[in-house]
């Protein structure tokens, strides 16, 4: 693993229909992702929550503010339980990794082998 200090943006979202579902709730992700960063020693930055908001596209104003947080270096590690949580659209993903391999950032998942900080 790289050696550069994580500081993590926790981004959780529920959409209404995950809301339904067992282990998908803001606090259980939420939980389980502030866990995951003490273990990997990353420093916890800020969390965002979009809550009753579809991945269908990028239009939710915590993952907005996310991506602006790291655009002016307050975070450089998205965390997330699942990709699903981020986005639903490979189109949309590509953007991701895109933008955060122009701003020296990274994305880790923590219910999937997706870890770009090593």
């Known amino acids: 693993m790289n050696n550069e200090k994580k500081v993590a943006g926790l981004y959780i979202r529920v959409s209404t229909e995950d809301q339904a579902r067992e282990g998908f709730s803001l606090p259980e992700q939420e939980k389980r992702l502030r866990a995951m960063c003490e273990y990997k020693g990353y420093e916890i930055y800020k969390l965002y929550k979009d809550a009753g908001i579809s991945a269908k596209d990028m239009n939710r104003p915590a993952f907005e503010e996310?991506?602006?947080?790291?655009?002016?270096?307050?975070?450089?590690?998205?965390?997330?339980?699942?990709l699903d949580r981020l986005t639903r659209s490979v189109y949309d993903m590509e953007f991701i990794m895109k933008f955060l391999e122009e701003n020296d950032a990274y994305l880790d998942c923590a219910n999937e082998e997706i870890n770009t900080t090593n």
């Open 66 to 82: 996310l991506l602006q947080d790291i655009r002016e270096k307050k975070c450089n590690t998205i965390v997330v339980l699942k």
